[in-house]
Structure formats: structure tokens, C-alpha cells
């Protein structure tokens, strides 16, 4: 069979519904697409643990603490679930550790940003796993079987973190004055990342992977479903919400965003890699790569293993 | 942005290997799948799965397997068997309520 007849096969399968696991024949580019995605999703767990943990030691009580130590916990899990399934499709776990400490992959843009205060654990923790969980649930139906099974576990945890984060968003919400500005402070700064968090409209024409049903959804698509389902929760806390200001669309009874308010100039720059945290973030996990090496080669090590 | 220096260090060989791991959440349950770990050998395999996949008391039992010792087979392009072989199922006996009138029926009529 020619790659060309493979290939037409290929998204024959694709098109009728079927799933693709990590030892069938695949194009090089659903492989390279697949793991890509893949490696940038668990490069975002990995670092998305930082800002939170940045708030461990600003924890308001012993409970507080406890629980974001163990959200924190997740997160890096989640990555070791997600570079298992990427290093399957090709490239070594260190290899991709790699590339993240030195610049070369991306991660998700709300972790490039700095935490202030408790405030950030709660917007953290309530719209960004929101948002988050709205992305990760319409990958469930992805087409990468490998990717759709870690995927539900995670979820499953993530489904937990939102609580976690609501819990703490309702206790700020129903505290006092300062705790209140706290809270509208941290909405402040993390609305507009939040909304860049979907990415600019998809290019359905050329975007395999929405073509081959690794992501199943647009990001307009996902970013309206998310915006629907949490400004009037943000709204009727009493809170205001900055450019782009949400609105109650006439025609369709949804809470949107005009297109045409959103800046997106911080997102290029975090696509660069040159968000505000980014250079000292990408710094603690680089050092933490070199601390922790010993590790790795005692893992490793001859010797040891024939003692 | 500035560029580490650190480069990784080349290995003469990696002894990791790629385990599959199944848990089992009670007695009554089967072992199922549940994801995979690198490892060195199957006792550090096994602490990494229970770091990885029992945070929460989702099971007390686990297996570590290396990945090169499982063998599997699948086949989703098998055409559905030419044969009827429906008397495999339980659904192909549905009709028994039907039956055990008609035979009830009959023993009456002996009865009689």
C-alpha cells in the first residue's frame, strides 16, 4: 500500500468515528499534530502547578494549605499521565522536559502571568479549571483513544478542583470588605487571560487536528460555552467583570464577548515565550531539572541495579 | 528570552522501562488498566503506580507489567461472523415466557 493509500484510509477510519491507539498505523502528520498537542497540554500542568503553589504559604488557614498541596499534587500527576502518553508516540520524556526549560515548547498562557494574594487561588481554581474542564470534557470524544483514557481520569479530578476553587471564590465572595476587593482585584488582572486562554478563532479549513477529530471543537465554540456558563455565576456574586465586558446577547439569550474588544497583543508576546513569569518560571523548573538529576541517574545507574 | 546552558547529559544506555499498570478497586472487581509508568525495575515500577493511580483509595491492588512481556491481539477490520451464532446470548432465549405458557398449557391438557 502507497502512504497515499494509507493515508486516504486512514481518515476514511477518522470520518466513520473510529479511534486511533499508539501502535496503529497513523500519518506522520496526525502523529506529530497528536503529540505536539499532547506535550503542550502536559508542559501546562506542570507548569500551571506553580502560580498555585506561589499560594501555599498564603493559605488562610491549616485546611486551606492541606488541600491546595494536594490540587497542586494533581497537577503535576496529570503531567506525568500526559508525557506517558506523548513519550508513546514518539519522543522521550526527557526530551520534552527539555525543550520546556529551554524555551522551545510552549505551555499555556494563564501560567506565564504572577499571583498577588489568596484572591488568585480563587479565581485560579474556579475559572481557570473551569475553563480548563470546558476544554479537556469536549476532548474526551478526541480521536487519540491513548489521550481520551488519561483524559477521563483527569477530569475526574479536575471536576474536584473546580469545587475546590468555587469553595474558596464563595468564602472571599461572602467575607468582608477586603476580602471582597481581593477577589475583584484577581478578576481584574485574570479576565482578559482567561479569555485568551480558547485561543483566536480556529482556521477550520486548515486546522487537522480539528479535521481529524483530535480536538472535536472550535475555540470560539469552547470560549462561548464558557462564557455563558460562568459570567452570570461571576455576576450575581455582585463582581464586575473588565474589557472585554461580557453582555447578554438579544438574539441568542447567551453571555458573549465582542470579538472586536479583545487585545490581543499579551498573547503574542506569551506565544513568544515572553510573558511576565515566564522567564523565571521556565528558571525554577530548569533548576529543579538539575536538582533532581541525581534521581534520574540513580534510576539509571548500572551498578546499583545489579546490587 | 536567555538560553540555558544546562544541556542534558547523553546516557550510555537506559535501563527504564515502560510498565502497564492494572488496579483492582475491591475483591469483587477484575484488574483493569489504568495507564503506565517508566521504571528501572518492577519494585520502583510499582512505587511509581501507586503514586500515580491510588492517591485516592481507588484501589488497593495493583499489578506492574513490563510492557514487552504482555501479548495482545486485536482485530477491528474482522467482518461479523458469516454464522448465526446468536445461541451465544442470553437474548436469543427471550422467548422462553412464550414457551413455558405453551407448556404449561399442554400439561394442563394432559390433565384433563
Known amino acids: ?90 519522543k522521550s520524556r526527557d526530551a520534552m522536559y527539555w525543550d520546556l526549560v529551554s524555551g522551545k515548547s510552549k505551555f499555556h498562557n494563564v501560567f506565564h502571568y ?58 472571599l465572595a461572602s467575607g468582608t470588605d477586603r476580602q471582597r476587593a481581593m477577589l475583584q482585584d484577581a478578576l481584574n488582572r485574570w479576565w482578559l487571560p482567561i479569555i485568551h486562554f480558547f485561543g483566536p478563532k480556529s482556521n477550520v479549513d ?62 503574542d508576546a506569551i506565544k513568544k515565550n515572553q510573558g511576565p513569569e515566564t522567564a523565571r518560571r521556565l528558571g525554577l523548573r530548569r533548576r529543579s531539572y538539575e536538582d533532581h538529576r541525581w534521581v534520574r541517574e540513580a534510576l539509571n545507574d548500572q551498578t546499583s541495579q545489579a546490587a | 528570552m536567555r538560553r540555558s546552558t544546562i544541556r542534558p547529559r547523553r546516557r550510555p544506555e537506559s535501563l527504564v522501562e515502560i510498565y502497564e499498570v492494572f488496579r483492582r478497586s475491591g475483591h469483587k472487581e477484575p484488574f483493569e488498566h489504568c495507564g503506565s509508568v517508566t521504571a528501572p525495575d518492577a519494585r520502583m515500577a510499582t512505587v511509581m503506580a501507586k503514586e500515580c493511580f491510588t492517591r485516592r483509595g481507588e484501589g488497593r491492588h495493583l499489578w506492574v507489567i513490563r510492557r514487552a512481556d504482555i501479548h495482545s491481539w486485536s482485530d477491528d477490520s474482522l467482518p461479523d461472523p458469516a454464522a448465526d451464532k446468536t445461541y451465544r446470548f442470553a437474548h436469543a432465549y427471550r422467548d422462553v415466557i412464550k414457551k413455558r405458557a405453551l407448556a404449561r398449557s399442554r400439561a394442563q391438557a394432559d390433565a384433563r
Not at chain 1, 501546562?44 to 488557614?61: H, K
Not at chain 1, 487537522?208 to 480536538?215: D, G
Request: proline fraction near 5%; include cysteine; hydrophobic fraction near 40%.
Open chain 1, 206 to 267: 486548515k486546522d487537522l487536528l480539528l479535521r481529524w477529530r483530535v480536538k472535536t471543537r472550535t475555540n470560539e465554540d469552547l470560549r462561548a460555552e464558557f462564557l455563558d456558563r460562568y459570567v452570570p455565576k461571576v455576576l450575581e456574586l455582585g463582581f464586575e467583570l473588565p474589557t472585554p465586558v461580557p453582555f447578554k446577547d438579544a438574539a441568542s439569550g447567551r453571555w458573549v464577548v465582542n470579538d472586536e474588544d479583545i487585545d490581543w497583543a499579551p498573547l
Open chain 1, 1 to 90: 500500500m502507497t502512504y497515499e493509500e494509507r493515508w486516504t484510509g486512514f481518515e476514511a477510519h477518522i470520518d466513520g468515528g473510529g479511534m486511533v491507539e499508539a501502535g496503529d498505523w497513523m500519518p506522520d502528520e496526525y502523529r506529530a499534530g497528536v503529540l505536539k498537542f499532547i506535550e503542550m497540554h502536559a508542559n501546562s500542568e506542570i507548569m500551571g502547578a506553580i502560580p498555585e503553589r506561589e499560594q501555599i504559604p498564603g493559605a488562610p488557614s491549616l485546611k486551606r494549605k492541606m488541600s491546595l498541596t494536594a490540587k497542586v499534587q494533581d497537577e503535576v500527576g496529570h503531567a506525568q499521565l500526559l508525557y506517558r502518553v506523548a513519550e508513546d508516540l514518539g
Open chain 1, 114 to 171: 504572577p499571583t498577588f494574594h489568596w484572591g488568585d487561588a480563587a479565581v485560579i481554581g474556579w475559572l481557570i479549571d473551569g475553563a480548563a474542564l470546558v476544554t479537556q470534557a469536549s476532548l474526551l470524544e478526541s480521536s487519540y483513544a491513548p489521550y481520551t483514557r488519561v483524559l477521563k481520569r483527569i477530569c475526574a479530578e479536575e471536576q474536584l478542583h473546580l469545587r475546590h476553587g468555587e469553595d474558596i471564590t464563595l468564602e
